[in-house]
Each structure stands twice: as C-alpha cells, then as structure tokens.
C-alpha cells in the first residue's frame, strides 16, 4: 500500500467516530487506499484536513463537502461518497442541440445535480479504466452559460458506487462493457445498482413465484405455434413482444375478426396485415420478430381517457435511506387509433391525477387507488430484487387499469428514460436524478440528510 502524506483530524471528531488512535492510518477514497501519518489537534476546533500530498496521492477533486467515516473493523478512515456513472460515451456539451428525451441530455443533467451531492460525482466509459492502479478517467459538466458548458475530465479512484446507466441492450452486450463490468463487480468496498437490463419472460417467471403478485400479472407465455393456438382461445386480443424488447418496438397486436387473425406490427408506423391461422401468423410475422425471442401476452380491456387507452408510467426510487419511493407517476395516452401508449411510438402524456380523478369520480377513490398502486410497486421491486439477487436503485413500472378498475403490471425496465423537461413540477424532474445520487450516497456507508 502506498505512503503519502497527513490527515490532520480534531480531538472532538477522533472521539464522535471511535477511531483507534495510531501513528498512522488507512484512508480511502473510492478504491484507493494510503496509509497517511494521523496528526490530532486539539484546539478547540472540529473537522479534518488532509495534506496536499495526500490529496494527489488519493486523486480528490473535490475536498469540500467529502464526508468521512471509520470502518472500525478495517481500522480505516473512508472519504467520500465516489460515485461513477458508468455510460459508454461521454455525449457532446451544447444543450441546445440536445433532445431532452436523449441519454446525452440525461448524462448533462445528472452532472449538473451532482455538485449538489456530497463527495464527488463522475461519469467513466469502459474504456476510461486503469485497472492497475484502480483510477479511471471521469468527466464532469461545466456550466458556461444557460445552453452552453463543456466537459472536464480528471483521474479519479475508482469509485464507492457504481450507477450504471449503459444506453442499450446492444451496448451493454459488448465483450469490453460485460468485461468492465463484471470486474467492477469483483472489487472490494464497491457497489453497483442497476447492473443489466430485465428480460421480459424472466422477470414475470420471478414475479410469478410471489403468490401476491398473481392477480397483477397479464397471463404471459412464450411465443410458439402451440401457445399462441391456445391463447387465441382465451383471449379477444393478444400481444407479442420482443422479451429483450423497449420502446414499444417489435410489439404485433392480434386480434379475431370475421374469422380472420388481424394483426397490426409496430415498426415506426402501424403495418396491417391478416393471416388465416395461427400457424400462417407465425410464417407471416417470422421476418418482423427477426428469430429474436418473444412472448405472447394477454391483451388487456385498458381504461380510456379522451377515446384513448392508457398506461401509468411510474418512476420508482430508493431515496438516501434506501427506502423506495415513487417519484415521478403520469399517464401515457396512446395516440388516436394505436393501442401502444410509449411516448416514443406517438403516445401523449397526462397527469395521472386528471387520468385518475376521470375514472374514480370521489377522492376517497383515487386516494385508495394510488395506495393500491403503491403497494404494488413495492411488491414487484421487492420480488425483483430479492428473486434475481441483484440491487436495483430504480425501476420504470407501466401500470395498465382495466375498465372494471384492476391493475395490472404491463412491463418493468431497469433502465427508465427520464427526461429533463416535463408538465411535471422542475422539482419532481431534479428529484428523479438526484435520488439515485442519494441513494449511491446511502450504498457508500455514508448517512443522507
């Protein structure tokens, strides 16, 4: 372990944190550890100070606001939170160019919050890793002007926490990304939430095995000849969907109609078409589904508002006490004529207090709604994490409520897009990017406010 200068501590601070009082001492920022000379003074005043010496050697950028904690038994003193946003580019600084809807956008405004965090925030590529000396690369967004700024990189430890935001399943499956990340994953002290994109077909297996969650879930099948026969059976509509699928892309809604299979592919614009079989549905649809895996699920008799089905999209958090929270909660409107309601396929959005307050007419009813909703997220986030043994900071649920008022969970994403402009209050938006920074604080060991 490498020797670089002092860490000056008052006697107030030695005694609040029970530090084992030696000539030297461990510290720790992110993954790096230096043992430093401990010096203790006595004057009166509280607080900590490292020498010049031992802020190189640990690659700090940012002394004020670090907080500081001891591992008793690791008799080490920790600096921080680091928290690494992990993406596979670092985006173009000119906002006004950007789609606010964009991960580029996302990545700026997630740089912008975090010098309101304590300890340092960074975003870092793969590629961006020194694994020798455990540093990294790491770009943070300097503000010029209202529309203009400019990223700024400097080596920093690697980092307490990880927040993984990898843009798509297609990046997240390059053999440098999997490699980077499954190292990251092996390194003492460190943390990482949200580590892979959800497979639909896995993700209900996991729900189903919590029997409360039965009722909530769209009876879901994978797609072949004979599932498909048998659905058909059951059930008015039906949807197939890519399981590795997002954005609405790849769905093909099928209905019966005058003795015909009338099928409608999502592919940008609606492509209609029919077969007269299942077995022809399947030839016909071989070329949109690309051999890419697919489920069949049961279509939904959804509410409407204004003429149009909906969903409910809730961004659901785990806030600086690690507790989960909905954060964000509106209605996605599906365009006149579609039954797809993502945003990116034409769908519209409205609050989900005027969606709700349209179909339960009495405040007392929307209220035991939202609680119902409520619950329900922290069942499936709870099943989720518990059944796939992984930790996930936040999670985009869509939420579909029949006519008759049952909800039901249409789809879960580990990934939620969060955009930086809304109809929503710019608090509500600040807060759904503050709070995985909060909770990268809280994973880190350190206590959030």
Not at 60 to 69: A, D, F, N
Not at 152 to 181: M, T
Not at 417 to 434: D, F, G
Request: charged letters at 25%; glycine letters at 6%; a positive charge.
């Amino acid at each position: 372990m490498k020797t670089a200068g002092s860490i000056s501590i008052s006697r107030n601070l030695v005694n609040k944190l029970g530090i084992d009082v030696q000539p030297s001492i461990t510290v720790r920022v992110g993954s790096l550890k230096v043992k430093s000379k401990l010096i203790i003074f006595d004057n009166g005043k509280k607080g900590y100070s490292l020498s010049p010496e031992l802020v190189q050697a640990l690659h700090i950028k940012k002394t004020k606001g670090m907080k500081i904690r001891y591992q008793a038994e690791e008799k080490m003193l920790h600096l921080g939170p680091t928290i690494g946003i992990l993406a596979t580019l670092i985006p173009g600084s000119n906002r006004e160019e950007l789609d606010p809807r964009s991960l580029q956008a996302e990545l700026i405004y997630l740089s912008i919050v975090s010098k309101a965090v304590p300890g340092q925030t960074y975003i870092f590529t793969p590629g961006s890793i020194n694994w020798a000396n455990h540093t990294c690369r790491g770009y943070v967004y300097q503000q010029l002007s209202q529309n203009r700024g400019r990223w700024e990189s400097s080596v920093f430890p690697l980092p307490d926490v990880v927040y993984d935001r990898i843009h798509s399943r297609s990046a997240e499956a390059r053999n440098n990304v999997q490699y980077a990340k499954n190292r990251l994953m092996k390194l003492p002290h460190l943390h990482y939430f949200n580590p892979h994109y959800l497979n639909k077909w896995n993700v209900h297996q996991m729900l189903l095995t919590n029997p409360m969650l039965v009722d909530y879930l769209p009876e879901t099948r994978q797609l072949d000849k004979s599932n498909l026969e048998e659905m058909l059976q059951k059930y008015r509509v039906l949807y197939m969907k890519p399981s590795n699928g997002s954005l609405g892309k790849g769905i093909i809604k099928v209905y019966a109609d005058k003795g015909q299979l009338k099928y409608i592919a999502y592919r940008g614009k609606r492509i209609r078409s029919q077969a007269s079989n299942p077995a022809e549905l399947m030839r016909k649809t071989k070329k949109q589904r690309d051999e890419r895996h697919y489920i069949v699920q049961q279509g939904l008799d959804l509410a409407k508002y204004k003429g149009s089905p909906f969903d409910l999209r809730i961004i659901y958090q785990k806030n600086g006490q690690g507790e989960w929270m909905i954060s964000k909660k509106f209605g996605r409107i599906a365009p006149r004529g579609s039954s797809i309601s993502n945003l990116s396929s034409g769908g519209s959005v409205a609050k989900s207090s005027k969606v709700l307050h349209h179909l339960f007419k009495t405040d007392n009813q929307v209220k035991a709604k939202n609680e119902q909703i409520r619950l329900l997220c922290k069942l499936v986030a709870s099943t989720l994490e518990t059944v796939s043994n992984s930790t996930f900071g936040e999670l985009g649920m869509d939420i579909g409520i029949d006519r008759k008022g049952h909800l039901y969970l249409i789809e879960v994403n580990s990934k939620p897009r969060k955009t930086t402009e809304s109809m929503l209050s710019p608090a509500i938006v600040k807060n759904t990017y503050k709070r995985p920074l909060a909770y990268a604080t809280y994973l880190a060991g350190f206590k959030v406010k």
